[in-house]
Protein backbone atom coordinates (compact mmCIF):
# COMPACT_ATOMS: atom_id res chain seq x y z
CA UNK A 1 0.00 0.00 0.00
CA UNK A 2 1.04 3.50 -0.95
CA UNK A 3 1.56 5.71 2.01
CA UNK A 4 4.32 8.04 0.46
CA UNK A 5 4.70 9.87 -2.37
CA UNK A 6 8.14 11.36 -4.00
CA UNK A 7 8.17 14.33 -6.27
CA UNK A 8 10.10 16.31 -8.71
CA UNK A 9 10.13 19.61 -8.68
CA UNK A 10 11.74 21.54 -11.92
CA UNK A 11 9.22 19.90 -14.84
CA UNK A 12 6.60 18.81 -12.59
CA UNK A 13 5.68 21.03 -9.73
CA UNK A 14 7.08 24.33 -11.47
CA UNK A 15 8.06 25.53 -14.64
CA UNK A 16 11.43 26.79 -14.22
CA UNK A 17 12.33 27.00 -18.08
CA UNK A 18 13.37 31.33 -17.86
CA UNK A 19 15.51 30.84 -14.84
CA UNK A 20 17.56 27.93 -15.59
CA UNK A 21 18.25 28.86 -19.10
CA UNK A 22 19.22 32.40 -18.44
CA UNK A 23 21.50 31.66 -15.83
CA UNK A 24 22.92 28.44 -17.98
CA UNK A 25 23.45 31.00 -20.23
CA UNK A 26 25.21 33.72 -18.01
CA UNK A 27 27.22 30.76 -16.15
CA UNK A 28 28.30 29.57 -19.76
CA UNK A 29 29.23 33.49 -20.90
CA UNK A 30 31.73 33.96 -17.86
CA UNK A 31 33.42 30.86 -18.50
CA UNK A 32 34.13 32.48 -21.88
CA UNK A 33 31.49 30.34 -23.64
CA UNK A 34 28.68 32.28 -24.29
CA UNK A 35 26.55 30.78 -26.80
CA UNK A 36 23.77 31.84 -29.30
CA UNK A 37 20.66 33.12 -27.77
CA UNK A 38 18.72 30.82 -30.28
CA UNK A 39 20.07 27.58 -29.52
CA UNK A 40 17.75 25.49 -27.46
CA UNK A 41 19.01 24.47 -24.38
CA UNK A 42 15.85 23.05 -22.77
CA UNK A 43 17.04 19.83 -22.09
CA UNK A 44 19.35 20.83 -18.94
CA UNK A 45 16.61 21.02 -17.23
CA UNK A 46 16.19 17.91 -14.61
CA UNK A 47 19.69 16.28 -15.13
CA UNK A 48 22.59 17.31 -13.03
CA UNK A 49 23.60 20.62 -14.24
CA UNK A 50 27.38 20.31 -14.26
CA UNK A 51 27.20 17.97 -16.14
CA UNK A 52 24.70 19.08 -19.14
CA UNK A 53 26.98 22.26 -18.85
CA UNK A 54 30.08 20.43 -19.22
CA UNK A 55 28.10 18.54 -22.21
CA UNK A 56 27.64 21.58 -24.05
CA UNK A 57 31.30 23.08 -23.26
CA UNK A 58 32.34 19.39 -24.26
CA UNK A 59 34.62 18.98 -21.40
CA UNK A 60 35.01 16.56 -18.33
CA UNK A 61 32.69 16.84 -15.80
CA UNK A 62 36.34 17.28 -13.52
CA UNK A 63 37.39 20.18 -15.75
CA UNK A 64 37.38 24.06 -14.20
CA UNK A 65 35.54 25.10 -17.34
CA UNK A 66 32.38 23.27 -15.97
CA UNK A 67 33.09 24.56 -12.59
CA UNK A 68 33.39 28.22 -13.45
CA UNK A 69 30.64 28.29 -15.50
CA UNK A 70 28.71 26.32 -12.50
CA UNK A 71 29.65 28.84 -10.37
CA UNK A 72 28.72 31.44 -12.93
CA UNK A 73 25.25 30.28 -12.84
CA UNK A 74 24.59 30.31 -9.49
CA UNK A 75 25.96 34.05 -9.18
CA UNK A 76 22.41 35.04 -11.24
CA UNK A 77 20.04 31.52 -10.20
CA UNK A 78 20.14 32.14 -6.71
CA UNK A 79 19.75 35.84 -6.67
CA UNK A 80 17.23 35.92 -9.84
CA UNK A 81 16.96 32.73 -11.55
CA UNK A 82 14.99 30.84 -8.94
CA UNK A 83 11.83 33.15 -8.71
CA UNK A 84 11.74 33.11 -12.89
CA UNK A 85 9.73 30.24 -12.20
CA UNK A 86 5.81 29.26 -12.44
CA UNK A 87 3.44 26.82 -10.80
CA UNK A 88 1.90 24.60 -12.82
CA UNK A 89 -2.02 24.17 -12.90
CA UNK A 90 -3.41 22.88 -10.34
CA UNK A 91 -0.31 21.96 -8.40
CA UNK A 92 -1.45 23.72 -4.84
CA UNK A 93 -4.49 22.30 -4.97
CA UNK A 94 -3.63 18.27 -5.96
CA UNK A 95 -1.24 18.58 -3.01
CA UNK A 96 -3.80 19.84 -0.63
CA UNK A 97 -6.00 16.94 -1.21
CA UNK A 98 -3.69 14.13 -1.58
CA UNK A 99 -1.63 15.93 2.06
CA UNK A 100 -5.78 15.79 3.36
CA UNK A 101 -6.18 11.89 2.43
CA UNK A 102 -3.19 11.04 4.49
CA UNK A 103 -0.35 10.70 1.98
CA UNK A 104 2.87 11.79 3.22
CA UNK A 105 4.73 13.90 0.20
CA UNK A 106 8.17 14.56 0.35
CA UNK A 107 10.10 16.63 -2.37
CA UNK A 108 12.93 14.53 -5.04
CA UNK A 109 14.79 17.10 -6.41
CA UNK A 110 18.13 16.98 -7.91
CA UNK A 111 17.87 20.97 -7.55
CA UNK A 112 20.39 21.98 -4.46
CA UNK A 113 18.05 21.20 -1.37
CA UNK A 114 19.31 25.45 -0.16
CA UNK A 115 17.31 26.66 -3.68
CA UNK A 116 14.53 24.58 -4.00
CA UNK A 117 13.19 24.97 -0.26
CA UNK A 118 13.68 28.77 -1.20
CA UNK A 119 11.40 27.88 -4.46
CA UNK A 120 9.13 25.92 -2.20
CA UNK A 121 8.61 28.61 0.13
CA UNK A 122 7.96 31.55 -2.36
CA UNK A 123 5.27 29.92 -4.29
CA UNK A 124 3.92 28.73 -0.81
CA UNK A 125 4.27 25.37 -1.26
CA UNK A 126 6.47 23.94 1.24
CA UNK A 127 3.67 24.04 3.75
CA UNK A 128 2.18 20.60 1.83
CA UNK A 129 5.69 18.51 2.32
CA UNK A 130 7.10 16.57 4.83
CA UNK A 131 10.44 17.33 3.79
CA UNK A 132 12.42 18.58 0.90
CA UNK A 133 15.10 16.87 -0.38
CA UNK A 134 17.84 17.59 -3.23
CA UNK A 135 21.24 17.68 -3.83
CA UNK A 136 24.10 18.96 -2.01
CA UNK A 137 25.99 22.32 -3.22
CA UNK A 138 28.94 19.96 -3.63
CA UNK A 139 27.22 18.01 -6.21
CA UNK A 140 26.36 14.91 -4.23
CA UNK A 141 22.72 13.50 -4.70
CA UNK A 142 22.59 14.62 -7.74
CA UNK A 143 22.22 11.46 -9.13
CA UNK A 144 18.44 11.20 -8.76
CA UNK A 145 18.82 7.03 -7.36
CA UNK A 146 21.34 8.36 -5.02
CA UNK A 147 18.82 10.92 -3.87
CA UNK A 148 15.95 8.58 -3.70
CA UNK A 149 18.36 6.31 -1.93
CA UNK A 150 19.05 8.73 0.72
CA UNK A 151 15.63 9.58 1.30
CA UNK A 152 14.28 6.24 1.66
CA UNK A 153 16.91 5.65 4.51
CA UNK A 154 16.39 9.10 6.30
CA UNK A 155 13.02 9.21 6.36
CA UNK A 156 13.06 4.92 7.17
CA UNK A 157 10.40 3.86 4.35
CA UNK A 158 9.73 1.07 2.64
CA UNK A 159 10.49 0.56 -0.69
CA UNK A 160 6.95 -0.60 -1.38
CA UNK A 161 4.92 2.05 0.36
CA UNK A 162 6.42 4.48 -2.04
CA UNK A 163 5.64 6.14 -5.13
CA UNK A 164 7.90 8.42 -7.37
CA UNK A 165 6.76 11.60 -9.78
CA UNK A 166 8.68 13.04 -12.63
CA UNK A 167 8.95 14.42 -15.76
CA UNK A 168 12.14 12.98 -16.86
CA UNK A 169 13.91 9.67 -17.28
CA UNK A 170 16.07 9.63 -14.27
CA UNK A 171 13.17 10.16 -11.80
CA UNK A 172 11.58 6.54 -13.33
CA UNK A 173 14.83 5.16 -13.63
CA UNK A 174 15.79 6.51 -9.81
CA UNK A 175 12.31 5.05 -8.80
CA UNK A 176 12.74 1.19 -10.51
CA UNK A 177 16.51 1.33 -9.24
CA UNK A 178 15.27 1.78 -5.59
CA UNK A 179 12.31 -0.39 -6.61
CA UNK A 180 9.45 1.89 -5.87
CA UNK A 181 6.92 2.39 -8.57
CA UNK A 182 6.70 6.11 -10.51
CA UNK A 183 3.77 8.18 -12.39
CA UNK A 184 5.81 10.06 -15.59
CA UNK A 185 4.13 13.25 -16.51
CA UNK A 186 3.60 14.21 -20.08
CA UNK A 187 4.13 17.98 -20.10
CA UNK A 188 7.25 18.70 -18.51
CA UNK A 189 10.77 18.34 -20.04
CA UNK A 190 10.95 14.68 -20.64
CA UNK A 191 9.92 14.06 -24.45
CA UNK A 192 7.14 11.00 -24.92
CA UNK A 193 9.86 8.80 -26.42
CA UNK A 194 12.27 9.46 -23.39
CA UNK A 195 9.31 8.73 -21.13
CA UNK A 196 7.97 5.47 -23.48
CA UNK A 197 11.31 4.30 -22.92
CA UNK A 198 11.40 4.53 -19.42
CA UNK A 199 8.22 2.94 -18.76
CA UNK A 200 6.36 4.04 -15.77
CA UNK A 201 3.61 2.35 -13.78
CA UNK A 202 1.28 5.37 -15.78
CA UNK A 203 1.75 8.64 -17.76
CA UNK A 204 -0.33 11.42 -16.60
CA UNK A 205 -1.49 14.92 -18.86
CA UNK A 206 -1.18 17.26 -15.94
CA UNK A 207 -0.94 17.50 -12.67
CA UNK A 208 -4.50 17.12 -11.13
CA UNK A 209 -4.70 13.89 -12.65
CA UNK A 210 -2.56 12.47 -10.08
CA UNK A 211 -5.37 12.35 -7.70
CA UNK A 212 -7.26 10.07 -10.14
CA UNK A 213 -3.72 8.16 -11.08
CA UNK A 214 -3.04 7.28 -7.68
CA UNK A 215 -6.11 5.11 -6.93
CA UNK A 216 -5.95 3.41 -10.30
CA UNK A 217 -2.66 2.04 -9.17
CA UNK A 218 -4.35 1.02 -6.02
CA UNK A 219 -2.77 3.36 -3.98
CA UNK A 220 -4.36 4.36 -0.89
CA UNK A 221 -3.22 6.08 2.07
CA UNK A 222 -2.84 3.32 5.50
Known sequence: MIKNILIDLDG??????????????????????PIDENSNIDWIIGPPLKASLAKILNV????????????????????????????????AETLASLKQQGFKLLVATAKPTVYAKQILAHFELAQYFAEIYGSELS?????????????LEQEQ???????????????????????????????????????????PEMVIQSFGALLEAIPGLGCKPA
Open 157 to 199: LLAAECLMVGDREFDILGARRNGIGSIGVAYGYGSVEELAQAQ
Open 60 to 91: ALDDDLAEQALLGYRERFSVTGLFENKVYPDV
Open 12 to 33: TLTDPKAGITASARYGLEKAGY
Open 139 to 151: GERTNKGDLIAYI
